[in-house]
């Protein structure tokens, strides 16, 4: 009973505690709002990058790459090289139709050249890709100009043409090797799309026909790889255990493995816990400036303890428990902590608007639930900060001899 009676007065005292001494109050608050907003801006911003990531690559979370680590060319003088062969792709195919009929298989040339405006002496590194006219169709949206067909020109991505102001009509030098130089006119330009897959880019590339990349480029008769996508996304796992089977478990091998499978849910999930560590680390540099606020709430909140001795002493002559003298010290830290946190995580939510739209142009990722949760975990690391900081003040305190502090001055 006499634990309810004195309980709102304790609260009224502390406030008013906190009043007398303001700016000593407000300076500790700011090392709060500082270290929330440190470690909550750095923690939303990495789940942004997360998120940003991961939808990229969504569409792509049924496909696989298989890239050829061995292979031998053909024509006339035999050679092993890395690559693709047609009875590799055959052998592939086999391996996929023993899981699924519902498939789609493209073998592509990849490769990269520094490019440069006809006429410009100004070069740039571009992505080089060849694939069937049908595949490329199928695979990037044309947003001016149409398909190469043959040996009739290419297509580029949009970044590409406005960077280097090219467009439907415009021609393009790939200078070679031997000090000739290719010249290619530009027939469509794609949309800006973005990454497709984790292995195909469209914002940097130029994209040709077979016919066209074999005429300026060795292949020896290799694709450099082929894309897998499945209808089912469970028959992905299976896809991937009869291709490894088949591929790389032949025992008229003189190698383990003949191809490389690569998936885009492992790529996903090893960058997400790169940028979940990078996140940590950096949200752990922001905590320092916690430490240093909580070293700041517990001198303010020990330099109170010893103002109040006579008060202290008071409260306890006329029966107020040990108890109840740790609650109102310990209303002061967590006044100081809610309030600071709050505004901090309030700060954390534009700072973190500010550095995700200029990284990632994208403001949309703030409202996802994996960004926004930082903010609440953020206040109440605050607040915890403040609490655990005004634990031996409070217990100080309450074990003061009324006596002693009676007679304080």
């Not at 035999?78 to 009929?101: C, F, H, Q």
């Not at 560590?277 to 949200?283: A, Q």
């Not at 830290?333 to 709050?342: L, N, P, R, T």
């Not at 915890?384 to 001899?401: D, E, Q, R, T």
């Amino acid at each position: 009973m006499n634990e309810k009676i004195f309980s709102p007065v304790f609260f009224d005292l502390s406030v008013r505690n906190l009043r007398l001494n303001f700016l000593r109050s407000l300076l500790a608050m700011i090392g709060i709002i500082i270290g929330v907003v440190a470690i909550t801006s750095m923690g939303m911003t990495g789940a942004a990058f997360s998120e940003e990531l991961t939808g990229s690559l969504t569409g792509t979370s049924n496909s696989i790459t298989v890239s050829g680590i061995a292979s031998t060319g053909s024509g006339p003088n035999s050679y092993t090289a890395s690559g693709l062969s047609t009875k590799d792709l055959r052998n592939i195919e086999s391996a996929i139709e023993s899981v699924t009929e519902n498939y789609v298989l493209i073998p592509m040339y990849t490769g990269y050249d520094m490019v440069r405006p006809a006429g410009s002496e100004e070069q740039m590194q571009a992505s080089i890709y060849g694939l069937s006219s049908a595949d490329i169709e199928s695979l990037v949206t044309v947003e001016e100009g149409k398909v190469p067909t043959g040996n009739n020109g290419v297509i580029i991505g949009r970044q590409l043409a406005d960077d280097y102001d090219l467009s439907v009509g415009s021609r393009i030098e790939i200078p070679q090797r031997n000090s000739t130089t290719i010249s290619v006119r530009v027939v469509g330009i794609m949309a800006n799309s973005g990454s497709m897959t984790f292995t195909f880019s469209t914002d940097n590339a130029i994209i040709g026909t077979t016919d066209w990349y074999e005429r300026f480029h060795e292949t020896g008769g290799l694709y450099t790889s082929a894309m897998i996508t499945v209808d089912d996304l469970n028959d992905l796992d299976p896809v991937i255990a009869a291709i490894e089977e088949k591929m790389n478990g032949r025992a008229d091998r003189t190698t383990d493995d003949t191809v490389m499978i690569s998936d885009a849910r492992q790529f996903v999930e090893s960058m997400q816990e790169s940028i979940g560590m990078i996140s940590v680390f950096i949200m752990a540099l922001g905590g320092i400036s916690l430490v240093v606020a909580a070293v700041s709430i517990f001198n303010v909140m020990l330099m109170s303890v010893n103002e109040r001795i006579r008060e202290i002493g008071i409260l306890r002559s006329i029966g107020t428990l040990r108890s109840q003298i740790i609650q109102m010290f310990l209303y002061e830290a967590a006044v100081i902590g809610f309030i600071g946190a709050v505004i901090g995580g309030i700060l954390s939510l534009l700072a973190a608007a500010v550095v995700i739209s200029l990284m990632l142009g994208d403001i949309s990722l703030m409202f996802n639930l994996s960004v926004l949760m930082y903010i609440p975990y953020g206040i109440v690391i605050g607040v915890s900060v403040c609490l655990l900081s005004g634990l031996y003040p409070a217990w100080k305190a309450a074990n003061l001899n009324p006596v002693e502090a009676l007679a304080s001055d």
